[in-house]
């Protein structure tokens, strides 16, 4: 049987298939190659899977609701989904909502569709965010808190897409998992989130904007600890149908500036730090509760900052050729 992959370019995505081939999964991956960053980047993360037996990919919007529905008509043979195509970027979402409608919203719909039309799929699995906290105040954010005040249109979007799976799963008996993915960092990851944007900048002695005046914390959560996390819910769906949702996060909440330290460390140059004032749309920290998800899964985060950025800053080195 084979195993659907949404995303599959992206970052979490590209890491989730490779995992999966590596234990001789089958997977059908897709991807827009939207250009919100590099697409090269993309390119080259998909670049190893496509010299797998075990890999098929089909270039498709997940928003194209004809071609995506033809999927189960081409590929009868699917039996789990992992959806995981998004317009992601919390500060674009205030400037540019539409965007994020069609991909997270209609996208999402689509992708609901599509897994109806599978009479045996045994799992979808989805990404939603740590942003769908939004304002609230209380740590760590658990998934039994309220989260009916989104502070962007990105962290809306997710929520729902949280939504629409709980009426689907009412309406046509599906066994769906939302995973709420908190800062996820580490090789292949995007250009546009801080890791990259800090490694870059301290390597080039450009200056790092840090806004909330540097009062900002993050759970920094490594892209193998992600991983282990989403195969760990894909492989144990409810008995019956059902909608869960779980945090996927390091349980813990970094000062951004011990973060910039450990990259300081680990390119041996110091960082120019500009502080500036918040921006719409921004949280000033999250931590995640994983209480359920050690409960129900066994998971729990192995990889730390300290060992975790240096591992990033290498791969960083060596994809930008340093």
């Not at 540019?96 to 919203?105: L, M, R, S, W």
């Not at 209380?138 to 989104?150: E, I, Q, T, Y």
């Not at 000033?284 to 359920?292: K, P, S």
Request: overall charge neutral; glycine content about 8%; aromatic content about 10%.
């Amino acid at each position: 049987m084979t195993i659907l992959i949404t995303g599959v370019a992206g970052f979490v995505g590209s890491q989730v298939a490779r995992a999966l081939v590596a234990r001789g999964e089958d997977v059908l991956g897709i991807d827009n190659f939207s250009p919100y960053y590099d697409p090269v980047l993309k390119f080259a993360r998909l670049k190893p899977l496509r010299e797998s037996n075990h890999f098929t990919f089909l270039e498709l919007d997940v928003s194209n609701r004809d071609a995506m529905l033809a999927v189960a008509e081409r590929h009868p043979q699917v039996d789990r989904i992992i959806h995981l195509a998004a317009q992601p970027g919390v500060r674009q979402s205030v400037t540019d909502p539409y965007i994020y409608v069609q991909a997270n919203v209609m996208g999402h719909l689509i992708v609901l569709e599509l897994a109806r039309r599978y009479p045996g799929l045994k799992h979808l699995v989805y990404a939603s965010s740590s942003s769908v906290y939004g304002a609230n105040t209380k740590l760590p954010f658990s998934v039994a808190d309220r989260v009916d005040h989104p502070v962007s249109v990105y962290a809306a979007t997710k929520r729902s897409a949280e939504l629409m799976t709980e009426a689907y799963v009412h309406l046509h008996k599906l066994k769906a998992t939302g995973l709420r993915y908190f800062t996820v960092y580490g090789p292949w990851g995007r250009p546009d989130m801080s890791p990259y944007i800090f490694a870059k900048a301290i390597q080039e002695g450009s200056t790092i904007s840090l806004f909330h005046l540097g009062f900002v914390k993050r759970d920094f959560s490594y892209i193998d600890d992600i991983v282990a996390g989403t195969l760990a819910a894909l492989d144990q769906p409810a008995a019956e149908p059902s909608h869960r949702l779980y945090n996927v996060g390091a349980a813990g909440s970094e000062d951004i500036l011990h973060v910039i330290e450990l990259f300081e460390k680990a390119l041996g140059k110091k960082a120019k730090i500009e502080l500036k004032p918040g921006e719409p749309g921004d949280m000033l920290e999250t931590a995640a509760d994983i209480t359920e998800t050690t409960r129900d899964f066994g998971w729990t985060p192995k990889v730390s900052v300290e060992e975790g950025i240096p591992k990033f800053v290498e791969w960083f080195k060596a994809y930008n050729g340093l």
